[in-house]
C-alpha cells in the first residue's frame, strides 16, 4: 500500500490560517456572511456543509480567485491579500479543485509544471524537459503518489487525474492545501486511498482543508469540523459528534432521511433491456452488456459511483445516444433506433441529470419550458402554430399544483432557484400519461424542501402504476426512493439488491466486489 | 448475503461498420482515380508534356506523353484507394491520401500541358509567392486561435497593411518604412479585435466580420482622398528588391526558388519555424496553448490568460500586416480598393486545412498558391477549364475539410470563448 | 476589528436611491431613462458617435481644411469654420440625399418643381433598403436559432442568378412572371442555404467556414456565367446579361423615384417571419436550439432537423433579396450586381438586434445612408466609402454597448439586454 515518509521533510514550516469576517456577495445574495475559520498548523480541518452553502466560494477567495468584500485573511498571524492564485501559493497555500483544473490534451509533465516552467533561458524560455520530469518524480516519490510524467491527462482514470493535482500542488511547496469535494467522483475504494493520503500529508505536517458534504468521510479523516450553512459558520465540532448531530447543523432541522412509501404492487413488465451496449464520447464501452427489467408500479433504482455507465444507459434509453447493440423494449417496442421525440411520445418521462445543461432553457419563459416537449402536440398547438391561450392556462395550472416558485409563469426560468427548476422539469414531464419514468439523479443540487416534493411525486407516480427508474449517485436517494436496487459497476449491472441489503455490501459492490470474488479471497 | 445475483453474461460484440471513414476515403479516391484515367486520359492528346526545369521552354525537361501520363497517374490514384478500402493501419491513411491527391493533380497537369510546357521554376517560385500573405495571414491567425481568439478579421489586417505599405513607403520612399507600417497598419486591426473580443466580450465572429468591412471602407477612403487624386506621393511605393545567395541560388530547381527571392519570403518561412518551435518547445508556448485549451486551468495557476491573449493577437496583427505588404510592395506597384479580395479569407481556411499547428498552415497555403498559379497559367495557354473554377478550388477544398472528410478538424477548445473569472 | 466596527459591518447597508416613478416629475423621469442607457439611447449614441468619427475623418483627407490646421495656433477660427463647414456640407447632403431636401420642398409649394423630386430622396432609401431587409432578416433568423449566416452574400448572388435567368429565359404573362421570378431566386438562394445547412447538421462543419467559402464560390460562379453563350447579352462585349423581361420586372413609380414593390415585399415578409417565430411551431424549435441545443434535444427536438431546415429558409430570404435587387432595380446580371447587400444585411441584423421588425428599421437607416451617401459623393465630394465606414463604427459600438456606456459615463440598465453576446467559437 502506500508508503510514508518517516519525518517531517526539512523546510516545512506549520502554516497557521485565520479566516475573520470574511464576507462576499454577488448582487443581492451574500454567499458568505461573516465567517472566521481558523486551521492549526498540521490539522486536517474539514468545511461542511451542504451543496450551496457557500464552502466553494469562501475557499475561492482563499484562493486567490476572488476578492472579499469585508474580512481580513491572516497568514501565520500577518495580513495578506490575494488577488491572484500566484499571492496565495507564494504564502503557502495550494489548492486542488472540484472540477479538475488539468489540460486534457497535455501530458502529467506538462500540466504539473505550467504556471512553474523549469526553462534554459532565451526571450520565450526554452522548456526543460527533463528537469520538470524530474520534479515530477521527485515530488511523487517524496509523499507517496505514484504518477506517469509521461501519460496524457485525458487517458487517465479519474482517481489518477485527482493524483496529478495533488503532485501539483504539492510541487509549488505548499504548506496548506484545499481539497474541494475531492471524493465527488472517486469509488469507495479510491476514497479510502485519498484519506490515508491526507493523514499521512498532515503527518508530515502540513495542513489539510477539506471541503465536503459527506459525512462518514468527515468523521474518518477530520481533526476539527466546521459547519457551514446559508454562508454563514454554524459551529466547530469535533469528529466524535454523532452523525444526525451534523447532518442537523448541516440542514438546520431533524432531517428525516426516510421517504413516506407503502409496499410496491409491481405489475407487468413495461422496461426489458436486453445486452445493451453502449459507447461514451470518447468512443469506450460505457455499458457492457446490461440486462434490466422494470415492472409497472415499482421503481427500481441504480446505485453506483458516478461514471460507471449510467449516464450512458438512460441516454441510451431516450435516443440521445445511439446503441452498438442489444434491444429495449417498452411493452412490445423496441426504442432502439426511435428518434427521442418518439420515445417521449411513447408515453416516457425524462428528467436529465443535468438540469441546467439540458432541462430547461433557461431563456425561455416556465411556460414556454412547460411545453418544450409537446408544444406541437394539441391542445398546446400543432405541427404548424402554437396554441399561446392553452399554453398559459396549462402553465397556471401546472405552477400551482406543482407548487412551483415564481413571480409569473412568463418570467424567465432562470429567475427561479435550482429546486424550482427542477419542479419545472417533474411538472412537465408528469403531466402526461406516462408508462415509464426515467428520472437521473433527480434532486442533485435541489434544497431540502423541495427534494421532499419530488421525491413524494415520483412515489406518488408509482402508486398509479407507472414503471419508474431512477438514477442516483447518493446512496440514501436509492435506499429511500428504491423497490428494488441494481448496482452498476464498469458498465454492468452487478447486481440487483433489496434496499434492506446492509450499506457495506451496496459500498463493496459499488467498489466492484461481488459475492463471489469476496468469498474467493476467503 | 441476501443478493439476487445476475445471470452470466453472454458476450455480445457490437459490429464494426464496414464504411468507415478510412473505406469512404478509399472509394473517393477511386472514382477520382477513374475520372482521371477514363476522363483526362480520354481527351488528353498524345503528345509530349514537357515539364522544364527552368524559367522558360528551354533547358532539362522532364517529359511524359501526355495521354500515357494522363492514365498513369490516375491508376497511381486508384492503387491509393483501393489499398484504403482493402484497410491499413491509420497512420498510413494520411499518406495514402496525399498520393491520391498528387496522383489526380499529376494526370489533371499531363492533360492540359500536352503538347505544350510548364516550367517548373517559374511554377513554383510563383506558387510560393502567391501563397506568401496566405503563410504569413495562416500564422497569424494560428497565434491568435491557439491562444483561444477567433480571427475573422486577416482580410481587414491584410487591407490596413497593404495600404499603409504603400502610403508610407511612398511618403518615405523607403521600402523597408513601408513594411514597417504595414505591420502597424495590422496591429491597429488587431488592437481593435483584441480589445473588442477580450475586454468587452463582443462574439468574436461578428467582430472580425465588422473589422474587415470597416477596414474596407477606411483604406477605400483614404485612396480615394489621397491616393486617386495624387498618386505619385501617395501610391508609388518602391518594390522591396530581390536578393541573391551566391551559390545556394545554383541548386536547380529550388535554388531560384529559394534563394533568389525577397525579404518577405525569408520572413514567412523563417517565422513558420519558429512558431513551430516556439509553441511546442518554450514556456511562452505551453502557455498560449493551455490558455486556448483549458483557460481556467491556466488561470489558477497563475498565468495571465488575457494579457497572453492580447500579446499574441496583436503579435498577429504584425504578421498579418507584414502578409498585407505583399500586395502593395511585392506583387504590384500600388494600392487600389479592396484588392485583397478575399485573400484573408483563403489565409482562414490554410489555417484550417492545416489543422492550427504552423506547418500545416504552411503546407496548406501552398497547396492554395498553386491552385491560383496553376489557375493564370491554364488561362495564359488557353486551356479550356474556366479559370474561375480553379479559382474556386481553395473555397471548395476548404468545405471539404471542415466537413470532416480529410479527418476530424479539432479547434483548441477555448477558441472563442472570452475567459470570464467567475 | 474592534466590536464597533463588527456592529457596523452587520447592519444593512443603507438603501439606495431608489424613489418610485410615481414620486419624479415627468422631466426627472425622462432624464432618468437617458442616463440608464436602455437600448434606444445606446443606438442614438452609437450612430452620434460614428458621425463624430466620421467627421474626423473627413477634416483629415480635406487637404485645404488640413492646411488651415498647420497654423492652427495663429489662427484657430480658419480651423475650425474651415472644418465646421466641411463636416456640416457633407452630413447636410447626407439628410438630403436620403430624407429630403429643403429646397426641393419649398420648390414644390410655390410651384417651381415637381413632386417627384420631393420625394425622389425617400425612394431612393427605400430602394436601397429593400434588398437589405431579406438579408438582414436572413441573418437575423439564423441568430436566432444560433446560426451565423455568413453567406447571405453568395445566397443573395445565387438568387439573383436565378431570378435573372428566370426573368428572361421564360416567356410568361405578367403576374406570373414576376411570382416565378420571386420563386425562383426564393429557390436559387435556398440552395444556397441548403449545403452548409446540411453539413453543419451531417458533419458538423461550422456554418461560418462554409457560408463564406460558398460566398466566393457564388461570386465566381457569377463571373464565369455572365459571359456564356444564352445568358450574356448579344448586343453587348462587356460582362453583363440579357435584360429581365419588362414582364417580370418589380414595378415602380417609374422616372427618378426608382422604389419598386421590393419595399412592400420586404414588409410583408418581415410580418411573416415575426409570426414565424413566435407564433409558429418552427420558430419554437429555432428559439429553443438557438438557446440550449442540449436541452431541445433531450426534449425531442431534432436539432440537426432544425439546423439544415433553418439554413434552408435563412438563404430562400437572402436569395429573395436577390431576387428583388435584380427583378426591382438592376434588371440584369452583372459581376456586381448583387453589390455587398449580404455583408451589410449581417450588419442589419446585429443593428436590428436581431429581431424581425428591428431588422426592418435598421434596413432602412442603411438604405437611407447609402442614399445620402450618393449624393454626399456627387455633391460634396466625399467618397461613399465613409457610409461603409460609418455603418461599421455603428455596428461596432452596438455590438459592444460597454464601450459606449465607458465614454458615456452611462449607468448599466437593468432591464435592457443590450447586444447580441453569443460568444462562440468554431
Known amino acids: 500500500m502506500l508508503k510514508l515518509p518517516g519525518d517531517c521533510a526539512e523546510g516545512e514550516i506549520p502554516l497557521r490560517l485565520e479566516l475573520r469576517g470574511i464576507t462576499k456577495r454577488f448582487g443581492d445574495l451574500v454567499a458568505n456572511d461573516h465567517i472566521d475559520l481558523t486551521v492549526e498548523p498540521g490539522e486536517v480541518h474539514a468545511l461542511l456543509g451542504e451543496n450551496g452553502a457557500g464552502k466553494s466560494t469562501l475557499m475561492n477567495q482563499l484562493y486567490g480567485l476572488l476578492q472579499p468584500d469585508e474580512g481580513t485573511i491572516l497568514v501565520d498571524g500577518e495580513t495578506r491579500i490575494f488577488r491572484s492564485p500566484r499571492d496565495a501559493i507564494a504564502a503557502g497555500i495550494g489548492m486542488v479543485h472540484q472540477h479538475f483544473m488539468l489540460v486534457p490534451v497535455f501530458t502529467v509533465a506538462e500540466n504539473i509544471a505550467l504556471g512553474a516552467e523549469e526553462t534554459r533561458g532565451g526571450p520565450l524560455g526554452w522548456l526543460d524537459r527533463r528537469r520538470n520530469r524530474r520534479d515530477v518524480l521527485e515530488t511523487s516519490q517524496r509523499y507517496g503518489l505514484p504518477v506517469d510524467p509521461d501519460a496524457l491527462v485525458e487517458n487517465l482514470p479519474v482517481g489518477a487525474q485527482q493524483r496529478v493535482e495533488i503532485v501539483k500542488a504539492l510541487t509549488r511547496e505548499v504548506d496548506l492545501l484545499i481539497l474541494d469535494e475531492p471524493t465527488a467522483v472517486l469509488t469507495p475504494q479510491e476514497t479510502e486511498e485519498l484519506l490515508t493520503v491526507m493523514r499521512a500529508l498532515s503527518d508530515t505536517g502540513k495542513s489539510i482543508v477539506f471541503i465536503t458534504h459527506k459525512l462518514k468521510e468527515v468523521k474518518a479523516v477530520a481533526d476539527r469540523i466546521t459547519v457551514i450553512r446559508r454562508g454563514r459558520t454554524v459551529g466547530t465540532a469535533s469528529p466524535d459528534t454523532p452523525e444526525h448531530e451534523l447532518a442537523a447543523l448541516m440542514v438546520g432541522r431533524d432531517v428525516s432521511l426516510e421517504v413516506d412509501k407503502g409496499p410496491a404492487d409491481p405489475g407487468r413488465q413495461v422496461l426489458k433491456i436486453s445486452g445493451l451496449i453502449v459507447d461514451d464520447d470518447r468512443g469506450v464501452r460505457a455499458v457492457d452488456g446490461v440486462n434490466l427489467v422494470v415492472r409497472a408500479g415499482e421503481v427500481l433504482g441504480i446505485a453506483g459511483v458516478q461514471g460507471n455507465g449510467q449516464t450512458e444507459l438512460v441516454e441510451a434509453v431516450m435516443g440521445l445516444r445511439p446503441a452498438r447493440a442489444g434491444t429495449i423494449h417498452l411493452d412490445n417496442e423496441n426504442l432502439v433506433g426511435m428518434s427521442t421525440k418518439r420515445i417521449l411520445r411513447s408515453g416516457v418521462g425524462y428528467i436529465p441529470e443535468d438540469r441546467s445543461l439540458d432541462g430547461v432553457v433557461r431563456e425561455f419563459s416556465v411556460a414556454e419550458n412547460l411545453v418544450l416537449d409537446t408544444y406541437d402536440r394539441p391542445p398546446y398547438g400543432n405541427a404548424f402554430r402554437l396554441n399561446p391561450g392553452a399554453i398559459a392556462s396549462s402553465a397556471r395550472d401546472r405552477v400551482e399544483q406543482f407548487d412551483i416558485r415564481t413571480s409569473s409563469p412568463d418570467s424567465a426560468v432562470s429567475t427561479l432557484s435550482g429546486g424550482n427548476q427542477q419542479k419545472v422539469v417533474v411538472a412537465r414531464e408528469m403531466s402526461r400519461p406516462l408508462r415509464l419514468f426515467i428520472a437521473a439523479q433527480p434532486t442533485r443540487g435541489v434544497d431540502v424542501g423541495s427534494i421532499e416534493f419530488i421525491h413524494s411525486r415520483i412515489v406518488q407516480e408509482r402508486d398509479v402504476g407507472t414503471a419508474v427508474l431512477v438514477v442516483s449517485s447518493e446512496l440514501d436517494e436509492v435506499v429511500g426512493l428504491a423497490d428494488r436496487i441494481a448496482v452498476m459497476y464498469r458498465g454492468r449491472i452487478l447486481a440487483i439488491v433489496s434496499p434492506d441489503t446492509p450499506r457495506e455490501e451496496i459500498g463493496l459492490l459499488m467498489a466492484g466486489i461481488t459475492a463471489r470474488e469476496e468469498e474467493s479471497e476467503q | ?422 | 476589528m474592534t466590536t464597533d466596527d463588527a456592529v457596523k459591518a452587520t447592519e444593512a447597508p443603507p438603501p439606495p436611491d431608489r424613489r418610485t416613478t410615481e414620486s419624479r416629475s415627468f422631466l426627472r423621469h425622462f432624464l432618468y431613462l437617458i442616463w440608464s442607457a436602455n437600448t434606444v439611447v445606446v443606438t442614438v449614441l452609437s450612430v452620434v458617435l460614428a458621425m463624430i468619427i466620421g467627421a474626423i475623418l473627413i477634416i483629415v483627407s480635406d487637404a485645404d481644411v488640413l492646411a488651415t490646421f498647420a497654423y492652427f495656433t495663429a489662427r484657430p477660427s480658419d480651423a475650425l469654420t474651415g472644418s465646421w463647414d466641411v463636416v456640416s456640407a457633407a452630413y447636410a447632403d447626407l439628410f438630403k440625399g436620403s430624407i429630403a431636401d429643403p429646397e426641393a420642398v419649398t420648390a414644390w409649394l410655390n410651384g417651381t418643381g415637381t413632386w417627384q423630386a420631393v420625394f425622389t430622396p425617400i425612394s431612393e432609401t427605400l430602394t436601397y433598403a429593400a434588398p437589405l431587409v431579406f438579408t438582414g432578416l436572413s441573418v437575423a433568423l439564423a441568430f436566432r436559432g444560433g446560426l451565423f449566416n455568413i453567406g447571405g452574400q453568395g445566397q443573395a448572388v445565387i438568387g439573383c442568378i436565378t431570378a435573372a435567368v428566370a426573368g428572361f429565359a421564360l416567356p410568361l404573362p405578367v403576374v406570373i412572371h414576376v411570382l416565378v421570378a420571386l420563386l425562383a431566386g426564393l429557390v436559387g438562394g435556398a440552395l444556397w442555404g441548403f449545403i452548409p445547412g446540411i453539413l453543419k447538421a451531417r458533419t458538423g462543419a461550422h456554418e461560418v467556414i462554409t457560408t463564406i467559402m460558398l460566398n466566393y464560390t457564388a461570386g465566381l460562379f457569377l463571373t464565369w456565367l455572365i459571359l456564356q453563350n444564352g445568358v450574356q447579352d448579344p448586343n453587348r462585349t462587356d460582362a453583363i446579361s440579357k435584360t429581365v423581361d419588362s414582364s417580370a420586372q418589380l414595378a415602380s413609380f417609374g422616372g427618378a423615384l426608382r422604389v419598386n414593390l421590393g419595399i412592400v415585399l420586404a414588409v410583408l415578409v418581415t410580418a411573416a417571419i415575426a409570426w414565424l417565430l413566435s407564433r409558429s411551431a418552427f420558430g419554437f424549435e429555432v428559439r429553443a436550439v438557438g438557446a440550449n441545443p442540449a436541452a431541445a434535444k433531450t426534449a425531442g427536438i431534432s436539432v440537426a432537423k432544425t439546423y439544415t431546415l433553418l439554413m434552408v429558409v435563412a438563404g430562400a430570404l437572402a436569395g429573395l433579396g436577390g431576387a428583388t435587387q435584380v427583378l426591382g432595380t438592376a434588371h440584369a446580371l452583372t459581376p456586381a450586381v448583387a453589390g455587398n447587400i449580404g455583408f451589410d444585411g449581417l450588419l442589419v441584423a446585429l443593428l436590428g438586434r436581431n429581431r424581425p421588425w428591428g431588422t426592418l428599421l435598421a434596413a432602412i437607416l442603411f438604405g437611407a445612408l447609402r442614399a445620402g451617401g450618393n449624393r454626399m459623393q456627387s455633391f460634396s465630394g466625399i467618397s461613399l466609402e465613409l457610409v461603409t465606414v460609418l455603418q461599421a463604427l455603428i455596428v461596432i459600438f452596438i455590438a459592444a454597448p460597454a464601450l459606449v456606456k465607458t465614454i458615456f459615463h452611462l449607468r448599466a440598465a437593468r432591464a435592457a439586454r443590450l447586444g447580441a453576446s453569443m460568444a462562440k467559437g468554431w
Open chain 2, 1 to 422: 448475503m441476501a443478493t439476487a445475483t445476475v445471470e452470466d453474461l453472454t458476450e455480445v460484440t457490437a459490429p464494426n461498420r464496414f464504411w468507415d471513414r478510412r473505406r469512404r476515403l478509399g472509394a473517393a479516391l477511386v472514382l477520382l482515380g477513374l475520372v482521371a484515367a477514363a476522363v483526362f486520359g480520354a481527351v488528353a492528346a498524345s503528345e509530349t508534356a514537357r515539364f522544364t526545369l527552368s524559367e522558360n521552354a528551354e533547358g532539362a525537361a522532364l517529359s511524359i506523353n501526355g495521354q500515357f501520363g494522363a492514365i498513369l497517374f490516375g491508376i497511381v490514384t486508384i492503387a491509393a484507394g483501393v489499398t484504403l478500402l482493402a484497410g491499413v493501419a491509420r497512420k498510413w491513411q494520411t499518406t495514402l491520401l496525399g498520393i491520391g491527391i498528387v496522383g489526380f493533380v499529376l494526370s489533371f497537369l499531363c492533360w492540359q500541358v500536352a503538347g505544350k510546357f510548364l516550367p517548373l521554376v517559374d511554377t513554383a517560385s510563383g506558387t510560393l509567392e502567391l501563397a506568401l500573405p496566405l503563410i504569413l495571414g495562416a500564422l497569424a491567425g494560428v497565434l491568435g486561435e491557439r491562444s483561444g481568439v477567433v480571427n475573422v478579421a486577416i482580410e481587414g489586417q491584410f487591407l490596413m497593411g497593404a495600404f499603409f505599405g504603400a502610403l508610407i513607403g511612398t511618403m518615405a520612399t523607403s521600402v523597408w518604412t513601408g513594411l514597417i507600417s504595414a505591420a502597424i497598419g495590422g496591429l491597429l486591426i488587431a488592437a481593435m479585435l483584441a480589445v473588442l473580443a477580450i475586454r468587452f466580450l463582443v462574439d468574436q465572429v461578428v467582430v472580425g466580420i465588422v473589422l474587415n468591412l470597416f477596414a474596407l471602407g477606411v483604406t477605400g477612403f483614404l485612396y480615394e482622398r489621397l491616393m486617386q487624386p495624387d498618386a505619385q506621393t501617395y501610391n508609388t511605393p518602391p518594390q522591396m528588391p530581390s536578393w541573391r545567395i551566391p551559390g545556394l541560388a545554383d541548386v536547380p530547381v529550388i535554388g531560384p526558388v529559394l534563394f533568389d527571392t525577397n525579404l518577405l519570403v525569408w520572413l514567412a518561412l523563417i517565422l513558420v519555424v519558429a512558431v513551430h518551435f516556439g509553441l511546442s518547445r518554450t514556456r511562452w508556448g505551453l502557455r498560449t496553448r493551455a490558455v486556448g485549451e483549458h483557460p481556467t486551468a491556466a488561470d489558477t495557476v497563475g498565468i495571465r490568460v488575457r494579457g497572453l491573449r492580447y500579446l499574441n493577437v496583436l503579435v498577429g496583427g504584425l504578421i498579418a500586416g507584414a502578409g498585407g505588404a505583399y500586395f502593395t510592395l511585392v506583387a504590384t506597384g500600388s494600392f487600389t480598393k479592396n484588392m485583397t479580395s478575399g485573400a484573408g479569407f483563403i489565409a482562414l481556411a490554410a489555417l484550417i486545412f492545416g489543422r492550427w499547428t504552423p506547418f500545416g498552415a504552411f503546407g496548406a497555403a501552398l497547396f492554395f498558391g498553386f491552385a491560383q498559379k496553376l489557375a493564370t497559367y491554364l488561362s495564359a495557354v488557353g486551356s479550356p477549364v474556366p479559370s474561375q473554377f480553379l479559382n474556386m478550388l481553395p473555397y471548395l477544398a476548404t468545405i471539404i475539410a471542415v466537413a470532416g472528410l480529410v479527418g476530424r478538424v479539432r479547434a483548441p477548445a477555448a477558441d472563442g470563448q472570452p475567459y470570464i473569472k467567475s
